[in-house]
């Protein structure tokens, strides 16, 4: 109900997956986590905001190093999300069909 169609299409609710095909990241309401597609461990949690309607920004906890970075993303398109870590490594996710 509001906002039609593009409100649905912008954002990042829902499911990524890496481009290598190793994991798929969930958004869903503010919780960020990332799971491995063969296992199905759990492999980071975080939290996540959007910035602006392009621009989500991940506090991300990595359950292997236990360590805890940052990631911005931008949606270069409805599918796609360029991200670029607080150490410079840059990964694209697309949206899962």
Do not use: H
């Amino acid at each position: 109900p509001g906002g039609g169609p593009l409100a649905a299409a912008s954002g990042v609710e829902g499911e990524w997956l890496s481009t290598d095909g190793v994991a798929v990241s969930r958004f869903s309401g503010g919780v960020f986590q990332t799971t491995a597609l063969d296992t199905g461990n759990k492999l980071a949690d975080g939290s996540y905001q959007m910035v602006d309607d392009r621009t989500v920004a991940i506090s991300v906890k990595s359950l292997i190093r236990q360590t805890t970075s940052s990631v911005n993303c931008a949606l270069a398109a409805p599918t796609q999300l360029n991200c670029t870590s607080s150490a410079g490594q840059q990964f694209v996710l697309t949206r899962r069909a």
